[in-house]
Structure formats: structure tokens, C-alpha cells
């Protein structure tokens, strides 16, 4: 492998495994006054904090890197794992390097979780990011239109300056660099996904949730270039598409463990937050209306997200039929009301089709991938098989 590539999978590597949030902590002391401002998956208006110069920071639970001590004692056994992760890395103080956090309303567990931080941590800046699930122009985009106007205010005072209509377009335009760069690997990945592993394509990826947008644009097209030179031969794998991980995300070995069982991935939900718009946000004229309007317009379909009849499941299926995909895994976190309650109207889509699926559930600390691997690599051959008669 190139060494310049190995470098930047390393780096992103290093990040993915930093749940102590160093790399956040080494930002903040490059320069006095600096501030970062936690997030909840999925989606929240990172402009809104970059344009404030504080450094938006993904929170995606602890993965099977945290060993969960007091989280544990704050909910019932049958929720998902991600708010247990979540209070534990608060807890044990590695999200002090935080100077507030958004929670998105993406499910009750997360609004539950905003509420618990406030009665947590008193006098830290937190914020229920309430999305809009009206798509009205009038109505619901009328209201995140305000939202919008009211967080832009929140994040002022936190970064102690204004944010300016300036601040705003040019924090615009660099996260449309950004999601374009992303756009292109999953482009490159899905055209040649020998080229483009999971292991390295997810780690790549999420680098984005810690470092500042420019400096993970520049990652991205950099090791865009540098696996598109290596020599990595094609081989003969069913292409399917996960669906169901946009919150808690799966452990890299898992992942890891899909592919090894004799299949590419060629597109997935994996950190949605991260490329929510499916094109460009304007950058000129008025930067709260255009993000308002690029909320109910460009938005990515999710369970999370309202969607009238007969539209769930339509961005499978086209995701199928766009990467040639043979089949879909879901592989959505146990106890995960949006995912769960989604699934069966996608796999009635699916079945509408006669496009082939399986699904199971995981864990973000799962361990044990034998069973997983044994089903995939089953799915895997059998839809190979069915493909040639
Ligand atoms: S994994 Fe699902 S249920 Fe759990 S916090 Fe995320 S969206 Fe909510």
C-alpha cells in the first residue's frame, strides 16, 4: 500500500478509536478561545457552528472501545446501547472538552437523553434540536426557519461574536465541499469497492464527525486519489446495501466481518448526519432560508424523517437499482424504534421487487460476528446462485 495512504488510514483509525476526544481537546488548545459544540446523531445545521468558528463534534456512543460503568444504571435493559455509551463518556468526563451539545429529534430515546443532560449537567449549554416533520413550506418550513434563526442566536453567544449572513454562506460552502467529497467516495466505492473497503471507507468517513470540514474534505479527496492507484484486484462478491445504521453505529468489525463473508458493500445509512443534503445548499441570498428550504428539499430519506405514503422504501429500492446491488442487508441496533418500526415497509418495497434481503440486529459493542458472518456468507451465496438461473 502506498505509504501516503496507509498515513491518512492510520489517522482516521486513530480518530474513530479516540473516545477521549484528544484530537478535540488538541483543536481547542491550537488557539485561544476555541470551542466545540457536541451533536447527537443524526442530523443537526453544522454550519450554524462552524459559521460561529466552534468546531462541530459528532457523538456516536462508544463503540466496543468503552467500557460501560455507570451508564448502565441510568436506563432500562431493553433500549438501544448508544445513550448508555453516551452518559458514560459524560460521566467519566471525557465529553468535558464540550462546550454544549445539540440533541436532534430523531427518536424519544434522544429526547429523553437532552432532557437527562440538562438535569446532568446543570449549567452546560444543551439544546433540543426539534426538526421540522412538516413539509409545508409555510408551515414546517416556516417554523425551522425560526429554529434555525434560533440557534444561529444560541451559537453566537456561545462563540461570543456575531454570526453574519457572510459567516453563514462561507460555513455554506465549505460543508457543500464537503458532502460533494463524500458524494464522490461513495461514488468511487460503489464503482469499485475492491478499491474502496468498508474498513477503510467507514473510518475515512467518519474522521468527519471530529475534524474541522476543510481539513476532512482535503482527507477525502486525498485518499480518493491514492486508492483509486492501487492494484487491488476485482473479486467475484455479491454487492448489497445495509440499511438501518444512521444512529448507532455497528463496530468496524462487523463491517469488516460483512465483507469477509463474501460480500461488497456498494451503499449503506452509515452516518447519515454526516451527508444529510443530496445536493448542494445554495450559497447566495439569504443562508437561513436556504438551509430552511434545503431541510425540506434535499433531505435524505430516513426513518427518522416524515414522508408521505407510499415513498418509504423508494430510496432502497433506487439505491439498488442505482448500484447494482444484488441485495440488502438491514442491520439496524436492537431495540431501535425508528429503524425497527421502518423496516417492514422497506422490506415490503423490497418484496414488491423481488429484490432479495436478510436482516439482524447488533449492538454498537457487539463482539461475537461468527453468527453474522455464517448468515451473510449464506445471503451472500445464495443470491450469487439465484443471480445466475
Ligand atoms: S439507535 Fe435508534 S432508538 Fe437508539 S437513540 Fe438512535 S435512533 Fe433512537
Not at 471525557?94 to 449537567?121: A, E, K, Q, Y
Amino acid at each position: 500500500m502506498n505509504p501516503e495512504l496507509a498515513e491518512i488510514i492510520s489517522r482516521a483509525q486513530s480518530l474513530y478509536e479516540d473516545v477521549d476526544y484528544k484530537g478535540v481537546g488538541a483543536w481547542k488548545s491550537a488557539a485561544p478561545g476555541r470551542k466545540a459544540i457536541g451533536y447527537m446523531p443524526t442530523y443537526v445545521p453544522r454550519e450554524t457552528i462552524w459559521a460561529g468558528g466552534m468546531l462541530p463534534v459528532g457523538v456516536l456512543g462508544g463503540g466496543d472501545r468503552l467500557e460501560i460503568i455507570r451508564g448502565d444504571a441510568y436506563f432500562q435493559s431493553y433500549i438501544c446501547h448508544i445513550p448508555r455509551s453516551t452518559v458514560e463518556l459524560a460521566l467519566s468526563g471525557r465529553l468535558d472538552v464540550l462546550d454544549g451539545m445539540l440533541f436532534p429529534s430523531i427518536c424519544d430515546v434522544i429526547r429523553n437523553l437532552s432532557g437527562m443532560w440538562t438535569m446532568l449537567f446543570p449549567g452546560r449549554y444543551v439544546r433540543y434540536v426539534d426538526l421540522p416533520q412538516n413539509y409545508d413550506p409555510r408551515v414546517g418550513g416556516e417554523f425551522w426557519r425560526r429554529e434555525l434563526i434560533a440557534i444561529r442566536d444560541d451559537m453566537a453567544r456561545l462563540a461570543g461574536r456575531q454570526i453574519s449572513d457572510d459567516d453563514l454562506r462561507s460555513s455554506i460552502r465549505i460543508y457543500n465541499q464537503n458532502r460533494r467529497a463524500i458524494r464522490e467516495l461513495y461514488l468511487a466505492r460503489s464503482e469499485s469497492p475492491w478499491l474502496h473497503p468498508i474498513a477503510q471507507v467507514y473510518v475515512v468517513l467518519r474522521a468527519g464527525a471530529v475534524l474541522p470540514p476543510e481539513e476532512h474534505t482535503a482527507m477525502v479527496r486525498r485518499y480518493l486519489e491514492l486508492a483509486s492507484q492501487e492494484s487491488s484486484r476485482p473479486e467475484d462478491r455479491s454487492r448489497v446495501v445495509l440499511a438501518g445504521m444512521f444512529c448507532e453505529q455497528p463496530p468496524l468489525g462487523l463491517l469488516i466481518t460483512l465483507e469477509r463473508a463474501g460480500c461488497w458493500i456498494v451503499d449503506d445509512d452509515l452516518l447519515l448526519g454526516l451527508r444529510w443534503f443530496t445536493g448542494d445548499v445554495p450559497e447566495e441570498g439569504d443562508p437561513i432560508e436556504n438551509l430552511a428550504q434545503a431541510y425540506l428539499t434535499q433531505s435524505v430519506s430516513t426513518a427518522s424523517r416524515y414522508e408521505p405514503d407510499g415513498h418509504r422504501g423508494r430510496w432502497l429500492t433506487e439505491s439498488v437499482r442505482h448500484h447494482r446491488a444484488d441485495g440488502v442487508i438491514f442491520c439496524a441496533p436492537s431495540f431501535c424504534d425508528p429503524a425497527l418500526l421502518e423496516q417492514p415497509m422497506l422490506v415490503a418495497a423490497l418484496e414488491r421487487e423481488r429484490i432479495p434481503y436478510t436482516q439482524f440486529k447488533y449492538s454498537e459493542d457487539t463482539g461475537q460476528f461468527a453468527v453474522i458472518r455464517e448468515q451473510a456468507g449464506t445471503f451472500s451465496d445464495s443470491i450469487r446462485l439465484w443471480s445466475e438461473v
